[in-house]
C-alpha cells in the first residue's frame, strides 16, 4: 500500500487484475494508488467449510468513513431500508427489527444522537446504491479465486451494514448465505459456531428457517459457547463463515471517548452454486421429516443429495412462482407489499 498523502478530490475507483479495488488520489505531489481488499492470512488453509479468522483494509476507504455511512443510511431511508432493534434486546433474543425506531425518532434524529448508548441502526441491502454495489463486489473479488475453487458460480452479492452505540447486541440467529463480516469502526465481539453442529442448531430447526425463513426453532443456550468461536474484532479485522453458521454480536460500554463511541461493522454476504443445491436439499428434507422420516443431512449421502436437489429445485420453483402469483395478486387488492419465500438463491 502506497503511504503517501491522498486528496478526497479526484478519486476514481480502478479495477484491480486480482479482483481488489484501487482508489486513485489526484494531489499536488502526483498520484497515489490504494488496493483494498480482504485477504486470508494462510490462502491454502483458507476453505468455504470453515470458519476463518482474516484481515481487510476496507475500514479506510472513504465510503465506509462515518460520515458517508451516514449518508447512506438517509439515502436508504427513503427506501424503508433502514431497521432498528429494540435497546432491551439481548443475544437471546428472537431477531426481530422495524422500519421504525422503538421512541419514534427518525433518521436525522437517530443520526444527531447516533453515540447515545444502546442506538443501532442496520442498513439492508446497501447494493441497491450503485457506488456501494461496486464495494461490495469488490470485497468478495479479492477473495473470489479462493472461494470458486470449491464453491463455483458465486452470485446474489448483497451488503448489510451494523451502526451501533455499545452496548449493543445482534441476537443469536442463521442466514442462508456465505458471510464476509467485517469490523470497520470502533471494537465488537462476534461468536460463531459450526455450521454443521447439530448439537447448535438442529437439522429441522434449519430447514424451517431456509424454507419459511423461520426462527423460532433457532435458539441460544448459554451452554453453547464453549462449542463455538469467539472473536475480539477491531478495524481491519474480517472473518469468513459458511451459509447457516450461528452467530451474534455484543459491542461493550466502556474505553471509548467522545467522537470514537460507534461500532460498525458489514456483512458482505453471496450465493453459490452450492448454497443453492443445499438449500434444494434442505427443501425436501423437511418434506420427507412431516411424513416421519429421518433424512440424511446436506452432504453425508451424495447419491440422495443429488436425487434431492434436483427434487428440490423444482419444488423451490414452484413454491416461487405460487408465492409471485399471490404477490401479484395481493398487489391488485391492497396497498401493501407482498414478499414471497422461499427468497432468491433457495432453489
Known amino acids: 500500500m502506497d503511504s503517501a498523502p491522498t486528496s478526497a478530490q479526484g478519486r476514481s475507483p480502478k479495477s ?5 479495488m484501487r482508489l486513485t488520489s489526484l494531489n499536488w505531489v502526483g498520484t497515489s494508488e490504494t488496493m483494498f481488499r480482504v485477504w486470508a492470512d494462510n490462502p491454502d488453509r483458507f476453505s468455504t467449510q470453515r470458519i476463518t479468522p482474516m484481515h481487510h483494509n476496507f475500514h479506510e476507504h472513504p465510503l465506509f468513513q462515518v460520515p458517508e455511512l451516514v449518508k447512506l443510511g ?21 431477531l426481530a427489527h422495524d422500519s421504525r425506531h422503538p421512541d419514534g425518532r427518525s433518521i436525522e434524529e437517530f443520526f444527531q444522537r447516533m453515540e447515545e448508548p444502546g442506538s443501532s441502526v442496520s442498513f ?31 452470485f446474489r452479492v448483497n451488503g448489510f451494514v451494523f451502526f451501533s452505540a455499545p452496548p449493543s447486541v445482534t441476537p443469536f440467529h442463521i442466514d442462508r448465505e456465505n458471510n464476509f463480516w467485517l469490523q470497520l469502526h470502533g471494537r ?50 474480517a472473518i469468513y463463515f459458511p451459509s447457516t453458521s450461528p452467530h451474534m454480536t455484543r459491542s461493550k460500554a466502556g474505553g ?4 470514537d463511541r460507534l461500532s460498525i461493522s458489514i456483512g458482505v454476504t453471496f450465493y453459490t452454486a452450492a448454497t443453492r443445491e443445499v438449500a434444494r436439499i434442505h427443501q425436501v428434507n423437511r418434506l420427507m421429516r412431516k411424513c416421519g422420516l429421518s433424512p440424511s443431512y446436506p452432504r453425508e449421502s451424495p447419491t440422495a443429495d443429488a436425487v434431492k436437489s434436483a427434487v428440490g429445485g423444482m419444488v423451490g420453483a414452484g413454491r416461487a ?16 407489499r407482498f414478499k414471497h419465500t422461499p427468497p432468491p438463491g433457495s432453489y
Not at 136 to 150: D, G, I, T, Y
Not at 256 to 259: D, E, L, N
Request: charged share 30%.
Open 16 to 20: 484491480d487484475p486480482e479482483g481488489a
Open 74 to 94: 438517509m439515502e436508504l431511508s427513503k427506501l424503508d431500508q433502514c431497521r432498528f432493534m429494540n435497546p432491551d434486546r439481548t443475544v437471546a433474543s428472537t
Open 124 to 154: 439492508y441491502n446497501i447494493e441497491v446504491i450503485p457506488r456501494y454495489q461496486a464495494l461490495l463486489m469488490s470485497v468478495v473479488n479479492s477473495m473470489r479465486s479462493l472461494v470458486e475453487r470449491e464453491q463455483p458460480d458465486i
Open 188 to 237: 465488537k465481539t462476534l461468536n460463531v459456531w459450526d455450521h454443521r453442529d447439530r448439537t447448535i442448531v438442529p437439522a429441522e430447526a434449519v430447514e424451517d428457517f431456509i424454507v419459511t425463513q423461520s426462527l423460532k426453532k433457532v435458539r441460544f443456550d448459554e451452554a453453547f459457547l464453549p462449542r463455538g468461536l469467539e472473536f475480539d474484532a477491531q478495524p481491519g479485522d
Open 256 to 259: 471509548t471517548a467522545p467522537g
Open 321 to 336: 412462482s405460487l408465492g409471485a402469483a399471490r404477490a401479484r395478486f395481493i398487489s391488485m387488492t391492497t396497498a401493501r
